[in-house]
Each structure stands twice: as structure tokens, then as C-alpha cells.
């Protein structure tokens, strides 16, 4: 019998070719980094299990190729991500600017409710850099997204980025129970009864087609 | 544009102009900007794909278990009445008094509920586990179940045809057996739970221990499956349809148990004649024919099809297709459709004409195995040969089916949810949104709408939703009740008919769509999980078809 898990989480990696979403995932699932640049062909998966609140929770991390010619491929895998992580890389400006096509991208193949959240890799090749921390933080309070800026190679918050999506997912998970649950009622039939009263004027209709 | 005006319009355009059009993303010259996938890329993608596909089925079995446990559950609940507790039936009492489920608005003695902690709120094991396992199953995303595989009861696995047979007769008698014998180990299990608000961690525990006992009871089992299996299976056939909660099992898993066996210790020891994937094996006989350069297949039979009909039995035919078809010229031929069986006896010769001998190196002929409903077909295997293998010696071939490829339907199709709703004792349906819809009016759109009854009806409700103007993939997300009893449900059929909307004329028939207990595939599941799973929304993509069904 395998090991055994509690949730099974979908994550995606988009952004531009040679940005690092590779070397970002090789990081965090196999604690090592490749100097070398080897474009992922298509796509790919790596899968680390993790501990969240006692829960655990295995994450099933899709490494999508960004170049272009693969993109017919790579987006037909968005429907079934929970989280996407939007990468970019500080030391390129124009894959900074092209993360507003990746959100584009997303709102028209990803299921609505996915969780977001954006890094700015290469953080360590300061000399380099071209988009400030500033801009990043500026461009996710534009979309109401998390950022974080991580960097592969001296493993800065690489874990810390996983962890904060896969908590936000879980967390929006049991909000999500809650939110199925009749409102009201702790028992006690004269309560009850108030409750009903009280849940009859909302309409089921529109609550039906939100649920 | 004023592309032409400036150059002759017979001559090729220059570069720099065809880079322009390019870049405005239409006419030929954009189409050349993809390079096609080498094969080496193929390769690794189809590995990845493979390596995904294996992962998705340790969590379709993952699923399978949590979906079994709950269903254990079910079955050994006593029931709501109104003085005793919902799961062991239990009194009321000074010290254990019986408390209100704030989901179920059952009650519950103190052992069989749980205090939530946001709210204080109680709710019954039964509710708890349930929301559970939307969670652990990634339900609460996706908006329904995802597929699952109900864990194998057995493990007998034999060489020969007949003892295959028998245990397939076996898989829907074990079936029979557990809805008859609510004492089974699975079911014995809820009462075990501890009722504090921390109880996850021995909440896992418990699920550990039922997977070991599982297996222990798969062992104690494989003795005595084949005798018990034959006179079961006529019981079976003899059940009525009126299923309430368990009665829906047999036919459920019967679908499900479409994916893969689960690996079996037996089979390492000594493999099975062909791999088989578990959708079973198709028997054809080749022949070519110089002289008149046909290709005659003769598709012999097949065996442990999947099931997908309440009964667990297909109505299984053949399409063959001869590929890469050459031009638009598409050859496709059918096999007659063999009903009500699992393991159909075709026997029957098809003829492909015009195929040269060369073709015979380079083509193949692709079987696929459909499900033959009023109500659309549903694919329940393919299988791709080469055709030089006829000119081998003997060109009689077994072939295992591989399951089918596309999970989503495509093509004019309608997104529903359907919730049955318990507290006000309604099924809820909610027409999310449609798409792909064929065009009806000249200006090459369609007006659609939905018109929706359920059958049969006492209250002979029947609702539409709005009209989307010139819209073919309208998004209408409207929701309508129709008051029936959670019993009734698995007798009665939903009917939704997509129309054209049309002024001074006959409004314009897009598409229908049948769901109910007699339907089958992906329409029974929906169904199923509809009816197993009140108060819970199921949301599935269905195919449209053609043809109007009243």
C-alpha cells in the first residue's frame, strides 16, 4: 500500500521561457539546483508531499514548458490546477510585463476559484536586476494576488512559496465547507424554527447558482 | 486593408508585408509560425502523460475507499426517526441526550455526533465524513467526484476463459452480497470513531486500520468466490430497480470498476494470457485480398466489457476506422450492436475496399467499442492494430482494450449541476452554460434555450430558462426545483431539450439530453452521485445529441 495522504493538491507553473519555473520546482522537490539551462520539453510533474496542520497534503506540482510552440499543451492543464504560481524573472523586464498576459491567460482556461500568486525569481543576481521588489508588490496589489520573490539557486522562499499557496488552497477549502452549510441553527426547536422563518425571504435560487 | 492596393494582387507579396499579416494573427501566413512536435518530444510528453496517468489512479483508488467507507456508513445507519439516534439508533437517555445534526436536521446520540468548532454547531458522523471526503477528494474544487475506483473485494484471477467469466459474474455478485449483508467489516467501522472535535488524527488511524482490514478480508475471500458467484448472479439479475440508498451500488460500481484492477499480489505470480487493462479484450481476424485489394475484418468477440447500464451490461458494437484516412474520404463501418452483455458474440465480416498493398505498411485500423444509447454513445474502449499484421500466418488477434481517451465530451455539450436538495425535498438543477451549439439562424448563430421537465412528474413541472440572444456558447447559470421524493429520483428521468428561439416560425431543435437511472455512462454516474450524494452540487459537462427524444 502507498503512503497515504489526507488532499491531493494541483499546482501549475507558467511564465516565459528561461524565467526558472524549473529550476524553482527542482528546488523544492528535490532540494538541488542545475546551473544549466535545459528547456523543459512540453510538460512536466514532480510531487512532494508536505505537512500542513497535522494534514498531508500531497502537491502535485505541474512544470509547464513557456515557450510558445507548447502552449496548445500546457494550457489544457490549467482546468485541473488548484493553484498557479505566475513566475517571472527579476533580471528580465519583459517576462515581468508578460505576466499580465499569463493572468489574461488564466481567467480564460483556469477554473475561477484557483489560487494565485505571483514570484519574482532570480533574486539573487541583484547586479542584474531590472524590475524592483517595489514593482512587483505594486503589479500583485493590482490583481489582489500574494507575491513573494524567491530564488532558485540560494533556495530563498522557495518552500516558504509552496507552503503559502498550498495553506491559502487548503484554506479556502474549508471556507468553502463552511460556506455550503446552512446558516444558523444550534439546535433547539424554538430556534429552529426562527431560523427557517428567517431563511425563507433569501432566495434559494440565486444561492443555488453561487454554491 | 490596403495590403493589395499597393502591389499587384498576383504576385507574391514581399516579406516585410507577410510578417504584417502575420502578426495580425489571421490568413495562411500565421499558421506557419508552430513548428510541429518532433518525435523525440512526442515521446517525452506521452511519458510524463503516462507517469500523470498513474498517479491519477492511485488517487482514483484513494477515492474509491473514502467513497466505499461512507457508503459503508450509509448502509449500517439505523435511519432518521424522530426518538432515536440517526446512526446506531440509540435513545435518548439523562446523560447521552440526542442532539440535532445542524446539516441534516437529524438527531444523533452523543456518541455518533461531533461539535464543530467555528460555530459550536453539532453535526452527525454521518454529515462530518461526508464533508470529509468532498475535501479529501478535491470534490470541492472540481464540483463534483472525480473519477474513483471502488477498492476490489477479491483477488481470484484464473487463466482460463471460464473462470474469467465467472468472475466477472463475481463482480456484481460480490456486489450483491455486501448490499445484503449490512454486518460487513466496512460497515462495522463508523461506530468506532471518537467523537471529540480533535479527532483527526485517530480519524486517520481508523482509516489506516480499515485499509489493512480490507486486505485482510480480500484474503479470506479469494476461497469461495467462484461457488458463491453463479447462483448469485441470477439473484442479481432478478433485483428490482426500486433502489433506494443500496440499491444504487451494484450498478455504480459496476462503472466505476471501469478503470484498472488494482495490482493483486496472484497476478505477479503468473501473468494473465494478455495484458489487459480492464476494459477488457476484442477477438478480429484479418484478411487481405490482392485481387480485389479489401481488407476483410472479421470481428470476432469480445469479452469483460465494462459495464454501463443499472444491470452492469453494455450494448457493445464496433466502429472501425482505417487511419491516416486519405483526403476527406473517411471509411468508417460498424459492427451490428449485440445487446444487453458484457461478452458480445459479433461474428460478423466488415470490408475495406481500396486499400493497396503499400497502405498495408503504412496504415492501421482502429477499433473502437461503443455504447449503444438512445441517448448518445459512449466510448468503452479502443484498440489500434497495424495491418501487416495480417499478413502474418495465423491473423486471428486478441487485442486488449485501452479505456477511453477524451474523460471531457466534446462537441455541442451543456454544463449541469444537479443537487438534490433534502430539506426542501427538491432536486435543484441548475443549467450552468452551454457550448459549441450548432448554428440555426442565417446569421450563423443560434438564440438558444433550455426547456426542462422531469418524468414522470405528479406535479407535471416544466421550466426554461432565458433566451441568449445569438449566442452558441451561452452561459445561462439559472436554477430550477422540482419538488420529488430522494427515492422517487432513481424512477424518474430529467429531460433537457436545447431550442432555437424563433419568431413566426417553429423555434429550431439544437440538442437533448436524457438523464436517469436508465441512462448510461457518464449520464448514469452523474445521476448516481446525484442521488448517493444529496446536498451536495454535481456539476458534469453532458454531450448534446441530435436526435429529439419525447
Redesign the interface.
Known amino acids: 500500500m502507498a503512503k497515504t495522504y489526507d488532499y491531493l493538491f494541483k499546482l501549475l507553473l507558467i511564465g516565459d521561457s528561461g524565467v526558472g519555473k524549473t529550476s524553482i520546482l527542482f528546488r523544492f522537490s528535490e532540494d538541488a539546483f542545475n546551473i544549466s539551462f535545459i528547456s523543459t520539453i512540453g510538460i512536466d510533474f514532480k510531487i512532494r508531499t508536505i505537512d500542513l496542520d497535522g494534514k498531508k497534503v500531497k502537491l502535485q506540482i505541474w512544470d509547464t514548458a513557456g515557450q510558445e510552440r507548447f502552449r496548445t499543451i500546457t494550457t489544457a492543464y490549467y482546468r485541473g490546477s488548484m493553484g498557479i504560481m505566475l513566475v517571472y524573472d527579476v533580471t528580465n523586464e519583459k517576462s515581468f510585463e508578460n505576466i499580465k498576459n499569463w493572468i489574461r491567460n488564466i481567467e480564460e482556461n483556469a477554473s475561477a476559484d484557483v489560487e494565485k500568486m505571483i514570484l519574482g525569481n532570480k533574486c539573487d543576481l541583484d547586479s542584474k536586476r531590472q524590475v524592483s521588489k517595489e514593482r512587483g508588490e505594486q503589479l500583485a496589489v493590482e490583481y489582489q494576488i500574494k507575491f513573494i520573490e524567491t530564488s532558485a539557486k540560494d533556495s530563498v522562499n522557495v518552500e516558504n512559496a509552496f507552503y503559502t499557496l498550498a495553506r491559502d488552497i487548503k484554506a479556502k477549502m474549508e471556507k468553502k465547507q463552511e460556506a455550503s452549510n446552512p446558516p444558523g441553527a444550534r439546535g433547539g426547536t424554538h430556534q429552529l424554527k426562527a431560523t427557517d422563518q428567517q431563511r425563507k425571504p433569501t432566495s434559494w435560487l440565486s444561492r443555488c447558482s453561487i454554491l | 486593408m490596403n495590403f493589395q492596393s499597393k502591389a499587384n494582387k498576383y504576385v507574391c507579396p514581399n516579406d516585410r508585408q507577410l510578417s504584417l499579416r502575420a502578426k495580425l494573427r489571421t490568413g495562411w501566413s500565421a499558421a506557419r ?3 510541429p ?1 518532433t518525435s523525440a ?1 512526442r515521446e ?2 506521452a511519458d ?1 502523460v503516462k ?2 496517468e498513474k ?1 491519477e489512479e ?2 482514483a483508488r ?1 477515492i474509491g475507499r473514502l467513497v466505499a467507507r461512507l457508503e459503508g456508513m450509509r448502509r449500517s445507519a439505523q435511519g432518521p426517526t424522530p426518538r432515536s439516534c440517526v446512526l446506531c439508533g440509540e435513545t435518548s437517555r439523562l446523560l447521552a441526550p440526542l ?2 445534526c ?2 441534516c ?1 437529524n438527531s444523533a446520540c452523543p456518541k455518533c455526533i461531533i461539535e464543530t468548532p ?5 453535526m452527525c458522523n454521518l454529515c462530518a465524513e461526508t ?1 470529509e471526503m ?3 477528494s ?1 470534490a ?3 464540483k463534483s467526484l472525480p473519477k474513483y475506483v471502488l477498492p476490489e473485494r477479491k483477488t481470484k484471477y484464473n487463466d482460463t476463459e471460464f473462470s474469467r467469466s465467472l468472475q466477472e459474474a463475481g463482480n456484481s455478485s460480490n456486489e450483491g452480497k455486501s448490499d445484503s449483508e449490512p454486518s460487513s467489516p466496512l460497515s462495522l467501522h463508523p461506530p468506532m470513531f471518537s467523537r471529540q472535535p480533535s479527532s ?2 485517530s480519524r ?1 488511524s481508523v ?2 486500520s480499515q ?1 489493512a482490514h480490507c ?1 485482510g478480508e480480500t484474503e479470506n475471500l479469494t476461497h469461495g468466490v467462484s461457488g458463491l458467484s453463479l447462483h448469485r448472479t441470477d439473484s442479481f439479475s432478478q433485483r428490482s430497480f426500486g433502489l433506494k440508498r443500496t440499491g444504487s451500488k451494484g450498478s455504480a460500481y459496476s462503472l466505476r470498476s471501469t478503470r484498472k484492477d488494482p495490482p493483486k499480489p496472484t497476478q505477479v505470480e503468473r501473468p494473465p494470457v494478455i495484458p489487459d487493462a480492464g476494459f477488457g479484450t476484442l477477438e478480429i481476424r484479418l484478411a487481405y485480398e490482392n485481387g480485389t485489394s479489401s481488407l476483410a475484418v472479421c470481428v470476432l468477440r469480445a469479452r469483460g466489457l465494462i459495464g454501463m447500464d443499472m444491470t452492469g451490461l453494455s450494448d457493445p458494437f464496433c466502429r472501425l476506422e482505417v487511419l491516416p484516412t486519405e483526403g476527406t474520404y473517411s471509411n468508417r463501418l460498424r459492427t451490428k450492436t449485440v445487446h444487453k452483455t458484457k461478452n458480445p458474440e459479433f461474428n460478423e465480416t466488415l470490408h475495406f475496399f481500396g486499400i493497396t498493398e503499400s497502405d498495408l505498411n503504412t496504415k492501421s485500423l482502429e477499433i473502437v467499442v461503443f455504447d449503444d444509447d438512445r441517448y448518445g454513445c459512449d466510448e468503452m474502449g479502443s484498440a489500434t492494430v497495424a495491418l501487416r499484421e495480417c499478413s502474418k500466418s495465423p491473423a486471428q488477434l486478441r487485442l486488449a482494450l485501452a479505456g477511453p481517451s477524451g474523460t471531457e465530451p466534446s462537441g455541442p455539450r451543456l454544463l449541469l449541476a444537479l ?1 438534490y ?1 433534502t ?2 425535498r427538491a432536486l ?1 438543477v ?1 443549467v450552468c452554460r452551454a457550448a459549441e451549439l450548432p448554428p440555426q439562424d442565417s446569421n450563423g448563430y443560434s438564440d438558444p434555450f433550455v426547456k426542462i421537465h422531469l418524468d414522470p412528474d405528479p406535479y407535471h413541472k416544466k421550466h426554461k430558462t432565458s433566451i441568449k440572444w445569438r449566442n452558441l456558447n451561452p452561459i445561462w ?3 430550477f ?1 422540482f419538488e420529488t421524493r430522494l427515492t422517487e429520483l432513481s424512477r424518474q428521468n430529467l429531460t433537457l431539450t436545447v431550442w432555437d428561439k424563433d419568431y413566426g416560425k417553429p423555434n429550431d431543435f439544437l440538442g437533448s439530453l436524457v438523464l436517469g437511472s436508465s441512462s448510461k455512462g457518464r449520464r448514469l454516474k452523474h445521476w448516481m452521485d446525484c442521488i448517493k450524494f444529496p446536498d ?2 454535481h456539476e458534469q459537462w453532458h454531450s448534446l445529441t441530435d436526435t429529439q427524444h419525447i
Request: net charge positive.
Open positions: 509560425s508552430e513548428p512536435l518530444e517525452a510528453i510524463v507517469r500523470a498517479v492511485t488517487e484513494r442532539r440535532v445542524f446539516m436536521r467555528p460555530h459550536k454547531q453539532y464533508r468532498w475535501k479529501k478535491g470541492w474544487f472540481f483527526t488524527d486517520r482509516s489506516i485499509d486486505d443537487c436538495n430539506k426542501r435543484a441548475t447559470n439559472e436554477g426545483f451536495h452540487r
